[in-house]
């Protein structure tokens, strides 16, 4: 639905439209207007292009060899031409570093796909042919491709013969024989680069201008059909272009009224991409908050280029044109050209607003660095210089390896420096980290490695550790291992090539036989614990029965929580502390934070005074929304709209794209088992729908995200006064989703006044009743409170009488008390036992 408000009758430079359709020679353009191909497209057809640079540059080649050719007469998707191109030299904003075309050899109409890797080709062709078959109502005939390895797995190849479809390899090194393709690919690669030239725009957005080049070379005239353009031979009527516009030109996209403050602008400034696939609308880089857009209502200033020096700008007189609604765009026709949906599918166009963080950097400097010589460009680079020096004076104070030649039969391993800013709880930069780190995927089991598995204190001992010390007058205080891994001692004989930047000169031939642990080795983690393990039973600490990585010294009490190199002493006394902390520090590196003030993301605030400890999340959630463009959504009263059922997606639905949702729920997810109970139910519901999730589904993300903004301060608050042993509360609802009548378990359990350990989750099987839902929640609450009173007893927690777990369910009550089944309830007396 959009109109122009520009003068339909008046005609735009030749050189504008040149570049609105992605740098389309001249030729082709006049063969457009003389032959009457498309709707929207007036110029005068007696002038020429002027010089254009970018073409130069992007599309320079050899003259062609003479070349005659009979095309055969063919039904669309009779033939049908693939081939993967790539790697391209540096990833796209989804990491894409492939892109594979299907064309009809037919009508000339491509399709595209972008690809992490070659082993995603059988998978995207399977569902492109799925998607093409249905919506023209032809099967796919013949399949011609070269002989790359993607193409010939055993399960492509049975595939293509349970589907009928006839598999024809070209002949190794004649790549003429697939000339369409490679043609394609050809031409594809020189409009992008062409593009990318023009626009200013790095590399990283190669995808999405080879999405805009698709869309335009579907419109384009083609040689092979006697200058009709591909959608009209495919479809059968010709396209409308008056919604072209020049790709990366500076644009403003309205905001819609529910996402804006009352004096907030109305507009944000935006780069414009493309043409949305799956959405009738522009792609859009938002300039204020990197994200990715689609808008109905954009205003275009096509003489602005925010990446390209002004000095590089063609100046030319370029009309500025409003796109509002109507019915002009989204009219019939449009509805016949679905068939450019595959386009962007590993791209999708309806996407939740993100941070695309690797191209953040090159407006922010923000983002951490990925390799060596990024890390030597960028801002920081005498911090990321000092951080790698001190990772290698750490490996040489461990004395983590030795330089050798390498046994003959061996292989070494890779490795690679990965960069991290460590940020404190007010968002400042505590300190730059560099770490060299093995590529343990390469690694063999049983040569390489043998056991792997490390353990981590569970936030639940962590939570009850805190409750306790509020109410002991206990001091937290926080410690971090430097270059933690470098302290296990390594028991297979592993090597690893010498680290980038700091090869020894005369030895550039060795390797390095690894003594000691090193970071991205698979047995790394489980070797460091072994290490503290039995540093910390030396110092006369006992290991709980409830969690491996909780430590009690029962003849001073100081309590010990570790989560791989950091740890938590929990102690009432400054001179045990000290103790602890000189003990260890003459067996490991320490770095001595102090007060605990910030753990896993999760800020704690102590206030010895009043016998309190806070814990929250604000700053987490900030990033959250900052993230997903929500920072400055309209706060909501609570996490789920209790009018709105959500379901799973139909055929009706529209798609959301799937690796978006997933990241947004994750870190809901991380939230809601850190410090926020309230939201567990909320995002309990939304991550049933990972899978598949459609808009639906992200609108109740956003109401989440929404609720977070109105509640940033919340968090858990243990008191002194509080409760000195665990009370629980369970409770079920009943059929709760509509999707398969399954209930959903919930329980809490408190200590301290505050919440340690809660759960909300949905059960394996269908109630018959509330109270048989409401019987199984109970099962899971009993089942969490016994191992709670095992860790209770270690940490020596007063445990007077039975622990109170509170039920509402009065047939769920007199079920625990008298458990003898009857022909209603004995299928579930199984799992449930524990109640009784």
Known sequence: MYVHKANAACKLDENIWHRRYGHLGIDNLKILVRDDLVDGLNFDVNKELEFCEACVKGKSKKSPFPCNKVKPDREPLELIHSDVCGKINEKSLSKGEYFLTFIDDATRYVWVYILKGKHEVFAKFKEWKKCVENQMGRKIKILRTDNGGEYKSNDFEQYLIDEGVRHEYTIPKTPEQNGVSERMNRTLVEQIRAMLIDSGLPHRFWAEALSTTCYLKNRSPARALNGKTPCQALMGKKPTVHHLRIFGCVCYAHVPKDERRKLDPKSVKCIFLGYGSEVKGYRLFDLEKKRILNSRDVTFDESNYEFKKEKDVVQTETPTIEIMHSEEWVSDDDDDEQLDLPVKVSERVKRAPDMYGEWVSVGHNTSDPTSVSEALLSDDKEHWMDAMKQEMSSIQENDVYELIELPKGSKALKCRWVFKKKILSNGSVERYKARLVAQGCSQKFGIDYDETFCPVARFESVRTVLALASQRGMMLHHMDVTTAFLNGTLMEEVYMKQPDGFVEQGKETLVCKLKKSIYGLKQSPRCWNYALDSSLRELGFVQTSGDPCVYVSLEEFVIVAVYVDDIILACNCDDKVRKVKDSLASQFKLKDLGELQYFLGVKVVQDTVKGQIWIGQPLYIENILKKFGMEDSKPV????????????????????????????????????????????????????????????????????????????????????????????????????????????????????????????????????????????????????????????????????????????????????????????????????????
């Open 637 to 836: 009263e609570t996490p789920v709209d209790p009018n709105q059922n959500v379901c799973e997606a139909t055929d009706e639905c529209t798609l959301f794209d799937k690796e978006q949702y997933q990241s947004a729920v994750g870190s809901l997810l991380y939230l809601s088992v850190k410090t926020r109970p309230d939201i567990a139910y909320a995002v309990n519901s939304v991550t049933r729908y990972s899978t598949k999730p459609t808009s639906q589904h992200w609108k109740a993300v956003k109401r989440i995200m929404r609720y977070l903004k109105g509640t940033l301060d919340l968090g858990i608050l243990y008191n002194y006064n509080g409760s000195t042993d665990f009370v629980g509360y369970s409770d079920a609802d009943w059929a709760g989703d509509i999707n398969d009548r399954k209930s959903t378990s919930g329980y809490c359990f408190h200590l301290g006044g505050g919440p340690v350990s809660w759960s909300s989750k949905k059960q394996s099987c269908v109630a018959l009743s509330t109270a048989e839902a409401e019987y199984m929640a109970l099962a899971s609450a009993i089942q969490e409170a016994v191992w709670l009173r095992k860790l209770a007893v270690d940490i020596q927690i007063d445990c007077k009488g039975p622990l109170l777990l509170y039920e509402d369910n009065q047939s769920t009550i007199a079920m625990s008390k008298n458990p003898q089944f009857h022909g209603k309830t004995k299928h579930i007396d199984i799992n449930p036992s524990a109640t009784g």
